[in-house]
């Protein structure tokens, strides 16, 4: 894979409107959140320390 995946995933609850968010890779779930904003704010929150802005590039560009 070209790039390195550190950040977390949400996805929809369904007909219920809200958020299931999960952490990075090997995290697992990280919780439920009723609205986007409040899914990703626990996305930024559980991403690792010294965690940089994305980049333009390949994992051997960091």
Same mark, same amino acid.
Do not use: S, W
């Given at each position: 894979m070209p790039a390195a995946h550190v950040g977390g995933q949400v996805?929809?609850?369904g007909a219920d409107g809200r958020f299931w968010v999960r952490g990075p890779m090997g995290i697992g779930a990280v +919780?439920? #959140?009723e609205t986007l904003e409040e899914a990703f704010?626990?996305?930024?929150a559980n991403?690792?320390?010294?965690? +940089?802005? #994305?980049?333009?590039g390949?994992?051997?560009?960091?």
């Open positions: 996805y929809p609850r +919780g439920r #959140a704010a626990l996305v930024a991403l690792p320390e010294r965690c +940089g802005p #994305a980049i333009l390949t994992v051997g560009d960091v």
